[in-house]
């Protein structure tokens, strides 16, 4: 059975960090790709950000380069997502999501508009001003 649990969101100060966490069981590293999404009231989701956990090839929303980190333990079969410098329009649900491992060229591409076959709950950061 695949799981995916996310934990570590919060409330937050403007410009303050938090990390969230993805645990990930019932699959086998290296056979998939994880990303970060995330989605605000009354807005679509969107990508955030994705790691290969084959080569750790990594990809970003613009808006986010430089400020979010994705990384993983492999031992822990975990992936983090590192925020920095937090801004008000950061406030969503996070969610993390696996799916098959698409390759360098399609996760560099499409890895914010593919299909994920695995998802977590989720989890709220609210970032105030």
């Known amino acids: 059975q695949v799981q995916l649990v996310e934990s570590g969101g919060g409330l937050v100060q403007s410009g303050g960090s938090l990390r969230l966490v993805c645990a990930i069981s019932g699959l086998k590293w290296g056979d998939y790709d994880v990303a970060w999404f995330r989605q605000a009231p009354g807005k679509e989701r969107e990508g955030v950000g994705t790691?290969?956990?084959?080569?750790?090839?990594?990809a970003y929303k613009d808006s986010v380069k430089g400020r979010f980190t994705v990384s993983m333990d492999i031992p822990e079969n975990t992936v983090y997502l590192q925020m920095t410098d937090l801004r008000p329009e950061d406030t969503a649900v996070y969610f993390c999501?696996?799916?098959?491992?698409?390759?360098?060229?399609?996760?560099?591409?499409?890895?914010?508009?593919?299909?994920?076959?695995?998802w977590g709950q989720g989890t709220q950061v609210t970032v105030s001003s």
């Open positions: 999501a696996a799916g098959s491992q698409a390759g360098v060229f399609r996760l560099l591409k499409d890895w914010a508009s593919r299909t994920y076959d695995y």
């Open positions: 790691i290969s956990t084959a080569n750790t090839l990594r």
